[in-house]
C-alpha cells in the first residue's frame, strides 16, 4: 500500500498559479475517478478541497481546480493568495481502501 | 453544522491498549461510512480504518490488521477505535472522518493525539 507521489514542495508568487501532481498507479488513481485534495494548515484539521477529481464542495474558491490524466492527478491553485500556504494531500480510493500522497508544503512568496 | 470531536488519546506504554472514541452531531450519523485517518508527528495522512453504515463490513491498512478494531454505535452517534498491542509508530494525531457518497473525507474532527512510548 504505497503513497501517491507528491513533490515536496511547490512555491509562488501572489497572483501566479501552481500545479502540485499526484502521481498513484493503474490501482488507484489510473482505476477510479475518485481522487480528492485536502489543505491543512499547521495544527488543523484537514479540509476537503476537490473530490470526483475536478469537483469542489460549496464553499471552496473556483480558484481551485482538478484534473486527472491516467495515472497522475492534479490540483491547480490560481490567483494565489497568502492564505493558500498550507500542507496539501492528494488521497485516491482503491477498492475498500484509501492511499494519500505524502503532502505538498506550498509557500506563497 | 456537522460536528465530529474525537477523545481517548493519550500517553500509552509500548503493548498497551487504548479506546478512541468520536461522537457525531449535525447529521444522520446511520447514513454515512465513517473512517479513522492518522497522522504522525511532521508526517503525512494516513487512512487506519473504515466502517459501513450499519457495522457490517469493516476495512483496515495492512500495518494495523489483527491489533485495531473499529466500531459503531448509530443509536449514541459515536464512532470508536479501539487500538491494542501499541507501537511506538502508532504515534499520531487520529482523526475521524466522515466518508463521503464518492468516497471523499468531507469532515473531519479536530484529531486527539495517541502517544506511544515508555
Known amino acids: 500500500q504505497s503513497a501517491l507521489t507528491q513533490p515536496a514542495s511547490v512555491s509562488g508568487s501572489p497572483g501566479q498559479s501552481i500545479t502540485i501532481s499526484c502521481t498513484g498507479t493503474?490501482?488507484?488513481?489510473?482505476?477510479?475517478?475518485?481522487v480528492s485534495w485536502y489543505q491543512q494548515h499547521p495544527g488543523k484539521a484537514p479540509k476537503l478541497m476537490i473530490y470526483e477529481g475536478s469537483k469542489r464542495p460549496s464553499g471552496v474558491s473556483n480558484r481551485f481546480s482538478g484534473s486527472k490524466s491516467g495515472n497522475t492527478a492534479s490540483l491547480t491553485i490560481s490567483g494565489l493568495q497568502a492564505e493558500d500556504e498550507a500542507d496539501y494531500y492528494c488521497?485516491?480510493?482503491?477498492?475498500?481502501?484509501?492511499?494519500f500522497g505524502g503532502g505538498t508544503k506550498l509557500t506563497v512568496l | 453544522e456537522v460536528q465530529l470531536v474525537e477523545s481517548g488519546g493519550g500517553l500509552v506504554q509500548p503493548g498497551g491498549s487504548l479506546r478512541l472514541s468520536c461522537a457525531a452531531s449535525g447529521f444522520t450519523f446511520s447514513s454515512y461510512w465513517m473512517s479513522w485517518v492518522r497522522q504522525a508527528p511532521g508526517k503525512g495522512l494516513e487512512w487506519v480504518a473504515n466502517i459501513k453504515q450499519d457495522g457490517s463490513e469493516k476495512y483496515y491498512v495492512d500495518s494495523v490488521k489483527g491489533r485495531f478494531t473499529i466500531s459503531r454505535d448509530n443509536a449514541k452517534n459515536s464512532l470508536y477505535l479501539q487500538m491494542n498491542s501499541l507501537r511506538a509508530e502508532d504515534t499520531a494525531v487520529y482523526y475521524c472522518?466522515?466518508?463521503?457518497?464518492?468516497?471523499?473525507?468531507?469532515?473531519w474532527g479536530q484529531g486527539t493525539l495517541v502517544t506511544v512510548s515508555s
Open positions: 472522518a466522515r466518508v463521503g457518497a464518492t468516497n471523499q473525507f468531507d469532515y
Open positions: 493503474s490501482s488507484d488513481v489510473g482505476s477510479y475517478n475518485l
Open positions: 488521497c485516491s480510493y482503491a477498492g475498500s481502501r484509501w492511499v
